[in-house]
């Protein structure tokens, strides 16, 4: 497993250098060139954001969507990267760490979304199982959290799929659109990935590259 990165500390100035990778993904940093990528998905699959507060569907909004990811990095609040499919030699998405609290050793994991020929493809697992080899191998967390609105059944299943355990629900936390949503949090543990849930999200992965 191939990682590219120095110290990062998520409260600094990073370089666009940082990325994941593995035999099936590799997590780049999303860059400002990248536009036109992004946009293929809002022309092919407008509907893939359901559950997002301020979906970017259309190009105003993806393009308002990137601009600020790359702002937010520059500010040391997040670091967005874009999905890479080796298996289909093809960009899939998007995904990226923010609210690392350095004081509580914690972030969130999120901003998530692949395009619908990638989903349930074993795709989401890799990435996750980077991100979280990284989050408490290298930068050394205690606690990785993960957000979705209460009604994404789908999402929900697959955070669970990977190991996390639900907390709990915060009501209508989030403004969207029209209205507000209801969000479910979820978690995993430092001792729990050392304990079981690394090697178990690994036999996953495993099995569905042998299936």
Request: hydrophobic share 35%; proline share 3%.
């Amino acid at each position: 497993m191939l990682i590219n990165a120095d110290i990062w500390v998520m409260k600094k100035m990073f370089s666009s250098e940082t990325s994941l990778e593995n035999e099936r993904v590799r997590l780049k940093p999303l860059l400002d060139l990248d536009i036109d990528i992004l946009l293929s998905f809002v022309k092919s699959e407008p509907n893939l954001w359901q559950y997002s507060t301020i979906p970017p569907n259309t190009p105003e909004r993806m393009e308002s969507y990137l601009s600020k990811a790359i702002s937010d990095r520059s500010r040391g609040d997040s670091y967005p990267f874009l999905v890479y499919d080796k298996l289909k030699d093809s960009y899939a998405g998007c995904t990226r760490f923010y609210d690392y609290q350095d004081n509580h050793d914690t972030c969130q994991l999120g901003y998530t979304w692949i395009g619908k020929q990638y989903q349930g493809t074993g795709l989401n697992k890799n990435c996750k199982y980077l991100m979280l080899e990284f989050a408490f191998e290298r930068m050394k967390l205690e606690r990785v959290e993960f957000r979705a609105d209460a009604n994404n059944a789908k999402s929900i299943a697959a955070m669970k799929s990977i190991g996390c355990t639900a907390e709990g629900i915060l009501r209508q936390n989030y403004k969207k659109l029209e209205g507000r949503r209801d969000s479910i949090i979820l978690s995993i543990l430092a001792d729990e990935w050392h304990d079981s849930i690394k090697e178990n999200l690994r036999n996953k992965i495993n099995s569905e590259r042998i299936g």
